[in-house]
């Protein structure tokens, strides 16, 4: 069985400001994907960004990139230049190369960009 | 960019009613949608994955009599929340893609709260 592990429950972050988020996950699979999802006040979940877990480059979008650590089975989204419309849950999610591409979510970090 | 519609946003409903959820891909054919509950302030739960023209393959600890799950089409599925009761209150959000693998990622429709009173 997966399992995925977001520690904080809540951060909060300066406007402009870079804040890193933790995620940790438990797998016996050796080719995998993980995400980084997005739900703002609206409850519509946006794909941040992802990573296929046989590639050692980590991910990059714009502000958003991600520390992937395998062998720890640690996965950390990092939001440089923080907005005020990052604010939202931010929920990391695994997914197994082969069969259903079901998604395993965390629980979740609710992320506050003050301004 | 692809479109996952979800209807009603919000439904109230008396206990023992039936209430269905609309999930429809507007500019895409979803060959696969899933069906997710969030409690407050916890994460997604997947409910079940259902594929055009076949039976939904349900999550352990899921009433398939309770949650009745219709993928008539490529473009739309149904969610029937028979005979709601109280502890059927919750956000449910469907998802869609196009087909079963990584590089067809899920489009997330913008949920349905349900309460029932």
């Known amino acids: 069985a997966q399992t995925v592990t977001q520690s904080q429950p809540e951060m909060s972050v300066q406007e402009a400001e870079t804040v890193t988020l933790s995620c940790t996950y438990d797998t016996s699979e050796n080719n995998y994907y993980l995400f980084w999802y997005k739900q703002p006040p609206s409850r519509q979940m946006i794909l941040v960004i992802r990573?296929?877990?046989?590639?050692?480059q980590n991910a990059t979008e714009n502000r958003f990139s991600v520390n992937f650590q395998k062998a720890a089975k640690s996965f950390s989204l990092k939001i440089s230049d923080s907005q005020l419309g990052d604010t939202a849950m931010y929920f990391c999610a695994f997914m197994k190369q082969s069969g259903a591409n079901n998604l395993f979510f965390g629980t979740g970090t609710r992320l506050t960009v003050i301004p | 960019g692809a479109v996952v519609s979800q209807h009603p946003s919000r439904v109230i409903c008396k206990s023992g009613t039936s209430v269905k959820i609309e999930c429809r891909s507007l500019?895409?054919?979803?060959?696969?949608m899933f069906w997710y509950r969030q409690f407050p302030k916890q994460s997604l739960m997947l409910m079940a994955t259902s594929n055009e023209g076949s039976k939904a393959t349900y999550e352990q600890g899921v009433e398939k009599d309770k949650f009745l799950i219709n993928h008539a089409s490529l473009t739309l599925s149904t969610l029937t929340v028979t005979s709601a009761h109280p502890e059927d209150s919750s956000f449910y959000i469907c998802?869609?893609?196009?087909?079963?693998?990584?590089?067809?990622?899920?489009?997330f429709g913008d949920g349905t709260r349900l309460s029932i009173l």
């Open positions: 500019d895409f054919q979803a060959t696969t």
């Open positions: 998802s869609a893609a196009q087909t079963q693998g990584f590089n067809q990622p899920q489009h």
């Open positions: 990573q296929e877990a046989y590639k050692q």
